[in-house]
């Protein structure tokens, strides 16, 4: 069964970095794009990115650009997301998402179709 | 400010039916960009619900549907039960950011 599984929680001082992985099982990692969304406490769902697991590929949201990086290690299916000059309102839950193929009526659609199971990542001084 | 736009919260009794709207624009949905939901049960990862507008993953119950016309898509629940009491999510894509979008969410209370 496909499975995601995340670092565990970390703890970062304002201006830091932190590195949250995503280990993939259960099918072709190279196959489809690894997402990473965030949820800041009490707020809603974020988009912050994509990886091509296959090609290294990334495409960032504007808003992360310059502070966020995606990597991945095919020998070990697991994505990386570093994001940088960590701030107090960088606080938040950070998933990562798997997109499948999913075809219906002659149309293939890619959702978010595996979710991780979230780490926590706390920026306080 | 979320790209899309879900009303805050919504309720209903069990047996009820309730809907979710989630509105866009010209550059997301009314663009025809497709539209997928999510179910997010409290302290747990959001799962999919619908993909595509209007399909449902296997496994997910016919009570659940969805529909999109124009700028906007809605999500609708029928024969409501204490279960489905959780945050709803509508995403899609924007072309003018060149990424996904999420709507804000919105809380369902089964009354």
């Known amino acids: 069964q496909v499975q995601l599984v995340q670092s565990g929680a970390e703890v970062k001082k304002p201006g830091a970095s932190v590195k949250v992985s995503c280990k993939a099982s259960g099918y072709t990692f190279t196959g489809y794009y690894m997402h990473w969304v965030r949820q800041a406490p009490g707020q809603g769902l974020e988009w912050m990115g994509w990886i091509n697991p296959n090609s290294g590929g990334t495409n960032y949201a504007q808003k992360f650009q310059g502070r966020v990086t995606m990597t991945r290690d095919t020998s070990i299916s697991t994505a990386y997301m570093e994001l940088s000059r960590l701030r107090s309102d960088d606080t938040a839950v950070y998933y990562c998402a798997s997109s499948g193929r999913y075809c219906s009526g002659g149309s293939c659609y890619f959702p978010f179709d595996y979710w991780g199971q979230g780490t926590l990542v706390t920026v306080s001084s | ?111």
Not at chain 2, 48 to 57: E, K
């Open chain 2, 1 to 111: 400010q979320s790209v899309l736009t879900q009303p805050p919260s919504v309720s209903g009794a069990p047996g009820q039916r309730v809907t979710i709207s989630c509105t866009g624009s010209s550059s997301n949905i009314g663009a025809g960009y497709d539209v997928h939901w999510y179910q997010q049960l409290p302290g747990t990862a959001p799962k999919l619900l619908i993909y595509g507008n209007s399909n449902r993953p296997s496994g997910v119950p016919d009570r659940f549907s969805g529909s999109k016309s124009g700028t906007s898509a809605s999500l609708a629940i029928t024969g409501l039960q204490a279960e489905d009491e959780a945050d709803y999510y509508c995403q899609s894509y924007d072309s003018s950011l060149s990424g996904s979008v999420f709507g804000g969410g919105t809380q369902l209370t089964v009354l």
